[in-house]
């Protein structure tokens, strides 16, 4: 019998749906297969899903030998979330005793899962890997006990309170910095359960089935007063040291994309940011105490402001912090080349870049602020200094045509970047600029409100979801076939050993590929008719008038 003076134990479970490091397609197909029960008009998630998953099976059917079979057979260490850190942290901070999982463990080792569950009275569920609800209600609904109470946090709960009430299984669904609430939230358990207040700038707004617990925001935009998170108790918890550690310096962003929510997460809208002197002391101590040697800056825009990017990278240099470290930039940034050999200097790997489009039409339309020069200048620097280079490109946004993406093809073939990724437009978050009334009648959108997808229905002047699918399979293929740039999907999980002399030798392999299997690209285009078929039908349903124009 538990201790009258013994907290009970919390619960962190953390991750997404799926992760490039599946080791079972059989789990893989099972998670699908529940969130498919769970979706609705989810035909444009099928195809990119069948997009995307396209090169990785040719990829899996391929034979590897050299350094290339060394690359793809390479264990990368399994670290935990920046999430689970922090939480694990403020959990500790608050002396209530804590267990980790992912959610991966609910089909990887249920047994375990079920252990870890019945012997705990509180589950804080992250969703900020997850997408929408068809992924994250069956988790919840796996995790749910008789005897525990289940707290909701994350991104995805910034993206819902607005246009969603709750779930009978959730408790409380938690808004904004877990800096502000996790307190709070202690609190409410050493009440047994009978006392929620807000933090002092917050609120709460009781729902019919689930308490909306909201942080509110801090008065000052500098960060230096949040916590370090301290890896030392990921470390204990998991019994190894992590030479490979993730960071967070800033919240929100200034610029104003407008397909992007980012500037508007933590349910807030104004861009704060940690000092240079914090990141530098806090990168010394990970590096000098805990060994670390590599740090993912997971900002949405880690080189603004550019003056403390600069005071940053001095810092490091002077102090000797010798950690490889990656971050997401701007191209406009990076167009500097005196700013990308600093960053060099100071011990970058590799950029992350929003590049969405080599037309400058397109660039103008979504708000970037940023030219195609800048952008191919930007890429020229990083190549000419030995950083590593992925660039994520959105097809189908307002606006797009077969001959934009002529300009954004032509664009790669000249800037060939070391990596890519391809998105397609998305009007899965309400609450981005794009989706504001003026804008909507100026590109003629429609779109489906479905919480239920990551990829709900949509059609504008120039483009139907029906078509999209089409054009990222056919930009995506033609990026391999003519060796321009990596797909980030495939060579992504060990990108950390990646070297620039190793790109041409994966150029080849790739383009290999699509080359090469020619009797399954059979099957791919069969099974893509079929789903181009059930998308169209789904679409009139929803869009009836007008589909036929766009075909």
Same mark, same amino acid.
């Given at each position: ?6 907290? +009970? ?104 899962? =079920? ?6 009275? @509180? ?8 997408? =929408? ?6 988790? #919840? ?29 959730? =408790? ?54 949040? +916590? ?38 933590? =349910? ?82 590799? @950029? ?103 990829? +709900? ?37 060990? #990108? ?47 869009? +009836? ?7």
């Amino acid at each position: 019998m538990k201790k009258k003076t013994e907290l +009970p134990k919390v619960l962190i479970v953390t991750g997404g749906l799926l992760s490039a490091g599946e080791k079972s397609m059989w789990n893989a197909l099972k998670k699908q297969i529940k969130q498919v029960r769970a979706a609705k008009s989810h035909w444009l998630e099928v195809k990119i899903k069948l997009v995307t998953a396209e090169l990785l099976v040719y990829d899996k059917l391929k034979k590897k030998n050299g350094k290339l079979k060394e690359y793809f057979q390479k264990e990368p260490q399994a670290i935990p979330e920046l999430t689970e850190v922090v939480l694990a942290d403020l959990i500790s901070r608050e002396g209530i005793p804590f267990e980790c999982m992912n959610y991966d463990l609910l089909y990887s080792n249920p047994k375990k899962a =079920d252990q870890l569950l019945n012997n705990t009275e @509180v589950v804080l569920a992250s969703s900020t890997l997850l997408h =929408d609800l068809s992924e994250l209600l069956p988790l #919840i609904s796996m995790l749910k006990r008789d005897h525990n109470k289940i707290i909701l946090g994350g991104a995805l709960c910034g993206s819902l309170y607005n246009h969603w009430k709750g779930d009978p299984l959730i =408790d409380i669904m938690a808004v904004g910095y877990g800096e502000f609430l996790i307190p709070k939230i202690a609190d409410w358990i050493k009440s047994s359960y009978k006392e929620i207040h807000p933090p002092e700038q917050g609120r709460i707004i009781e729902n019919k089935h689930t308490l909306f617990l909201f942080s509110g925001v801090p008065e000052s935009r500098d960060l230096d007063f949040l +916590p370090t998170p301290d890896w030392r108790v990921a470390e204990a918890y998991h019994q190894q040291n992590f030479e490979h550690i993730y960071y967070e310096s800033v919240r929100g962003c200034p610029y104003r994309c407008s397909f992007c929510n980012y500037p508007f997460l933590f =349910d807030d809208k104004k861009f704060r940011t940690k000092s240079a002197e914090k990141i530098a002391a806090d990168w010394k101590f990970y590096f000098e105490e805990l060994g670390v040697k590599y740090i993912t800056c997971l900002d949405s825009l880690f080189t603004m402001p550019k003056k403390r990017l600069v005071e940053l990278c001095n810092l490091l240099i002077a102090q000797k912090t010798e950690v490889k470290w990656i971050c997401y930039a701007r191209a406009d940034d990076l167009a500097d080349e005196s700013v990308v050999e600093l960053m060099k200097m100071a011990g970058v790997a590799q @950029v992350q870049i929003g590049l969405e489009s080599g037309n400058q039409h397109m660039l103008d339309q979504m708000n970037k602020r940023c030219t195609v020069e800048q952008n191919l200048q930007a890429i020229r620097n990083c190549r000419k200094h030995g950083v590593t280079t992925l660039v994520s490109l959105i097809v189908g946004y307002p606006g797009e045509t077969e001959e934009t993406l002529k300009d954004t093809l032509e664009f790669m073939r000249e800037a060939r970047p070391d990596f890519h990724f391809l998105a397609t437009f998305s009007v899965r978050i309400e609450d981005v600029p794009m989706f504001k009334e003026h804008n909507r009648k100026r590109f003629g959108l429609e779109k489906m409100d479905n919480p239920y997808s990551f990829a +709900p229905y949509w059609r504008h002047d120039t483009m139907s979801c029906s078509q999209v699918g089409k054009h990222v399979r056919e930009l995506g293929m033609q990026l391999c076939k003519e060796r321009i740039s990596l797909e980030g999907s495939l060579f992504y999980q060990n #990108i950390l050993s990646y070297v620039p002399s190793q790109k041409e030798a994966f150029l080849d392999y790739q383009q290999s590929l699509v080359k090469e299997n020619v009797y399954l690209k059979k099957v791919f285009n069969w099974l893509n008719n079929k789903v181009d078929v059930k998308l169209l039908k789904d679409i009139k349903k929803v869009f +009836p008038a007008k589909e036929t124009q766009l075909q």
